[in-house]
């Protein structure tokens, strides 16, 4: 069947996120699914765009996410259930795949991801409760500190590349006053 569907709300609530200004299209020709969604969240703008295409084999997926100047804090509380990051932000991922399955698909998605953030504080505590060490393993490293609970930042950049299901950083670069 074929669906064409436009959705525009003050307020959209998913078991996932809640944005506001939202405006929602979804769009089914035959085997060809798009979705694209577009709002405010986070004190910032941002949307997403995925397409997936079942006329060919194996299907190909393709998605493409963006959020422009957004309050992190609440990016980083709402999809990993801890403020992270207290800073200003953007974040862009843009990813692709093939596959029979979504095991198969994630083993050989590729694409890439950046994160950009202004002045702020990270939060090594709150970061290592959630990563389980690896926050405070990496920032008394860099800054050469016994503990750390909150570190004051410049700025952080990153980029990460995926390749075949696999992602590297790229550039990974933390400004703080004690350290870079």
Same mark, same amino acid.
């Given at each position: 069947?074929?669906?064409?569907?436009?959705?525009?709300?003050?307020?959209?609530?998913?078991?996932?996120?809640?944005?506001?200004?939202?405006?929602?299209?979804?769009?089914?020709?035959?085997?060809?699914?798009?979705?694209?969604?577009?709002?405010?969240?986070?004190?910032?703008?941002?949307?997403?765009?995925?397409?997936?295409?079942?006329?060919?084999?194996?299907?190909?997926?393709?998605?493409?996410?963006?959020?422009?100047?957004?309050?992190?804090?609440?990016?980083?509380?709402?999809?990993?259930?801890?403020?992270?990051?207290?800073?200003?932000?953007?974040?862009?991922?843009?990813?692709?795949?093939?596959?029979?399955?979504?095991?198969?698909?994630?083993?050989?998605?590729?694409?890439?991801?950046?994160?950009?953030?202004?002045?702020?504080?990270?939060?090594? &505590? =709150? /970061? !290592?409760?959630? +990563?389980?060490? *690896?926050? #405070? %393993?990496?920032? $008394?490293?860099?800054?050469?500190?016994?503990?750390?609970?909150?570190?004051?930042?410049?700025?952080?950049?990153?980029?990460?590349?995926?390749?075949? &299901? =696999? /992602? !590297?950083?790229? +550039?990974?670069? *933390?400004? #703080? %006053?004690?350290? $870079?």
């Amino acid at each position: 069947f074929d669906l064409d569907l436009d959705v525009r709300a003050d307020k959209l609530t998913t078991e996932d996120l809640t944005v506001d200004k939202a405006k929602l299209g979804i769009k089914l020709d035959g085997r060809r699914l798009e979705a694209d969604l577009q709002a405010q969240a986070f004190g910032g703008r941002g949307g997403t765009h995925l397409t997936a295409d079942a006329s060919q084999s194996p299907l190909q997926y393709w998605q493409r996410t963006e959020i422009l100047d957004a309050d992190m804090r609440g990016v980083t509380d709402e999809w990993f259930g801890a403020a992270l990051i207290d800073a200003p932000g953007r974040f862009r991922y843009e990813i692709s795949g093939a596959g029979t399955s979504v095991a198969d698909i994630m083993s050989n998605i590729s694409g890439s991801a950046s994160l950009v953030l202004g002045s702020g504080t990270a939060r090594a &505590g =709150v /970061a !290592e409760r959630a +990563v389980r060490g *690896l926050a #405070t %393993v990496a920032l $008394t490293t860099l800054l050469h500190m016994k503990k750390v609970d909150d570190v004051k930042m410049n700025c952080m950049v990153s980029e990460v590349k995926i390749d075949s &299901g =696999v /992602a !590297e950083f790229e +550039v990974l670069v *933390l400004d #703080t %006053v004690r350290a $870079t």
